[in-house]
């Protein structure tokens, strides 16, 4: 009787996918208070955020899953399997969504932590995940990734940054800097457990720094990116690559000074110098 329920749901959910867009898609879950979405660009640190809220909510005994999606699944609108689960059996209470801030509908109850990385850091770590993954010309260099990351319509990064930090929807954000999870991590741990209202003893942050950090992730990425084991193994994917280095600051040196100019003057396109990362310089965000 469920996979009979099951089937309908996935035949009506792929008509209504078709036909709608993705935020009317998120309508499909119930909303709770105690939910929380970690919403970022991609190779921002949606990942890194998933293992800490694992660590947090869970005794962070990482091989209890087959991959942390099982504990915080991506409903970044095609997932229809999630959103089966999550409407009917609602075993889940952490999110990933890489989607723009206007596809969530205003005042939508939940928590939200925004995770922003260097949009030069964020390219370069793209460019190498689309290699990786078979979605990029591998005879195309840096070159030509860093005008299309540029340019694109499809999923701009400027848009991206612009629409969650302006919060149009007043949704209840918290923004952490991939720069200060590398940098302070347990001051920005303590901030995500009591954002998430988290009892957080001593001994549950040193798990999860110790836990969340690089070199712990890179050892059990088979948890983390798409694997043949549990995706179906494709000839054009590098599936060791996911957690690839995690460093900072990294793309401001493989950039040009002349594509330095024209990512900050994208900046002042958008308008967003104020909070977003101008080249050579930094700026923190969430010292208060």
């Not at 694997?227 to 493989?254: A, H, L």
Request: glycine share 6%; hydrophobic share 30%.
């Amino acid at each position: 009787m469920l996979q009979s329920k099951k089937n309908t749901f996935l035949n009506t959910w792929n008509k209504f996918f078709v036909s709608h867009s993705k935020r009317e898609s998120l309508d499909y879950l119930p909303q709770r208070s105690s939910d929380v979405f970690i919403c970022s660009y991609e190779r921002s640190g949606t990942t890194w955020m998933q293992m800490i809220l694992f660590q947090l909510f869970t005794d962070g005994d990482i091989d209890s899953v087959n991959h942390i999606e099982d504990f915080s699944p991506n409903i970044s609108g095609y997932n229809a399997e999630a959103i089966w689960k999550a409407r009917l059996l609602m075993p889940y209470k952490v999110y990933k969504h890489h989607g723009y801030h206007h596809q969530f509908s205003k005042d939508r109850a939940g928590k939200y932590i925004y995770v922003m990385r260097n949009g030069m850091d964020v390219c370069l770590s793209l460019y190498h995940h689309y290699k990786a993954y078979g979605r990029w010309d591998t005879e195309k260099g840096l070159d030509e990734f860093f005008e299309f990351f540029l340019t694109r319509k499809d999923f701009n990064w400027f848009e991206h940054l612009k629409g969650w930090h302006t919060n149009e929807g007043e949704l209840d954000i918290l923004v952490v800097k991939y720069e200060d999870l590398s940098t302070r991590p347990d001051q920005i741990l303590r901030r995500v457990a009591n954002f998430c209202e988290i009892e957080l003893s001593e001994k549950k942050l040193e798990r999860a720094l110790e836990r969340s950090n690089f070199h712990y992730m890179k050892k059990h990425q088979e948890k983390f990116g798409m694997q043949p084991s549990n995706r179906g193994k494709r000839d054009v994917i590098t599936y060791n690559q996911f957690i690839r280095k995690g460093e900072m600051y990294e793309g401001e040196e493989m950039l040009s000074e002349e594509q330095k100019i024209k990512y900050n003057e994208y900046l002042e396109k958008y308008q967003i110098t104020d909070y977003a990362y101008k080249s050579n310089l930094q700026l923190d965000l969430i010292d208060g």
